[in-house]
């Protein structure tokens, strides 16, 4: 595959790869979030609540840890050997891994699966946006931004649908492999469709030369600053969504007696009310609201639904404070992305690798707590992430005032 000009312009094919490639890796991860405590039940036998929530929240942090170590790795070498062939190395991780999973008989082989996949799922996830960065204006980068984290989000809403609906068609036959039984068949789906992206990718997703001095433009110490604070805001906030995902999954299992398909559906209304903020909010929004303005209500919304859950005693209102957290992660999630990479210059991949890492090391940091919390007290998980999101969106506002404002 010839390798294009930086910044040519991004046509509609390519696009539509990089979404459908970051889509499927979050189908892959969405689709174990329902399904892990019951897997995990299989697994342990007759274990204690407290065994089935710790080892929910470990496995599910691992894969975000992996994240974190991984992202950064593969952003840099994305800027030296180009990004199509960092995508394809992942997508073909993403696709063994899930595999694997599907096939785990013991704990061990679910823990290492989990962390091989989220270690080579870093190469897809920040190297596809840098992707879009290296062949997009500014002026259209948010708009492109928005749609890719709007794919990501269908994915993750993808994910956990697919799994409930066919764990409830207790697949037989050759799909149901190993201790989890009918479990074994989302992961073998999820993992088929990732071979069709990855030789989709492969055939028409056309490479793009390496920057040759993969450098930020910027290098003042007012830039590294704003910088180092939006790369932890990133972090506070994707705690906030990895304590929520364990959490209520836990929540919803041994509190509120759902299965894995209604709890499928509550992921499924979180992801359609991120992707329409995403879609519908957030392109609008940047170019005519101040950054403060933007983040510190979306921290707000998500500490208020979060930290009101534990009294959801109904599903309706489950159902609305779920939609009022996803509101607030639909608008941050893009935004931080989007800010750091005005600053990055020609280093995209480094850039954002930053930025995944600390947002997976955020998300791994609150689905480890989450887990271990929840077997101590069913509350404490949910207040500890409200409280840590209230610090958010005052560091937000705080921070406002001190991120310049580059030009969108």
Not at 156 to 182: D, H, I, K, R
Request: aromatic content about 10%.
């Amino acid at each position: 595959m010839m390798a294009g000009r930086r910044g040519d312009g991004l046509a509609t094919l390519p696009f539509f790869l990089l979404m459908a490639a970051v889509f499927v890796v979050y189908v892959g991860y969405g689709i174990v979030l329902p399904l892990l405590p019951f897997l995990l039940e299989r697994l342990l036998g007759d274990a204690a609540r407290f065994s089935v929530a710790w080892h929910t929240g470990m496995i599910a942090g691992i894969y975000m840890l992996a994240l974190f170590v991984g992202a950064p790795l593969w952003g840099r070498v994305s800027d030296r050997v180009g990004r199509r062939p960092v995508i394809l190395l992942g997508l073909g991780g993403c696709v063994l891994t899930l595999a694997t999973f599907g096939l785990a008989t013991n704990l061990w082989l679910a823990y290492l699966a989990r962390g091989l996949g989220g270690a080579l799922v870093a190469a897809v996830l920040p190297v596809a946006l840098a992707y879009v960065s290296d062949t997009s204006a500014p002026e259209v980068r948010a708009r492109r931004f928005a749609w890719m984290t709007a794919a990501t989000t269908l994915g993750f809403m993808a994910g956990p649908l697919l799994g409930g609906w066919l764990t409830e068609l207790q697949v037989g036959g050759l799909m149901e492999v190993g201790a989890g039984g009918s479990f074994s068949a989302p992961f073998f789906t999820a993992a088929a469709g990732g071979v069709v992206i990855w030789l989709a990718v492969w055939r028409w997703l056309p490479g793009i030369s390496p920057a040759p001095h993969a450098a930020p433009v910027q290098h003042s110490s007012r830039n590294v600053h704003s910088v180092n604070v939006l790369l932890l805001l990133a972090l506070l906030g994707m705690f906030g969504l990895g304590a929520f995902e364990v959490a209520i999954a836990l929540q919803g299992q041994q509190v509120l007696g759902l299965d894995p398909l209604q709890i499928g559906w509550m992921f499924m209304e979180c992801s359609l009310v991120m992707v329409a903020v995403q879609m519908l909010v957030f392109s609008p929004l940047v170019r005519r609201v101040g950054f403060r303005f933007i983040i510190t209500p979306a921290f707000l919304a998500m500490a208020v639904g979060v930290g009101l859950l534990p009294s959801a005693a109904n599903w309706n209102w489950l159902i609305l404070l779920v939609g009022l957290f996803a509101a607030g992660s639909g608008i941050l999630i893009p935004m931080l992305a989007y800010r750091i990479t005005l600053n990055a210059g020609l280093a995209q991949g480094a850039a954002l690798g930053k930025q995944t890492a600390a947002a997976s090391l955020g998300q791994g940091l609150g689905s480890a707590a989450a887990g271990w919390l929840y077997g101590i007290a069913v509350e404490a998980p949910f207040w500890l992430t409200a409280a840590l999101l209230l610090a958010g969106a005052l560091a937000g506002m705080a921070a406002g005032r001190r991120v310049p404002a580059t030009a969108e």
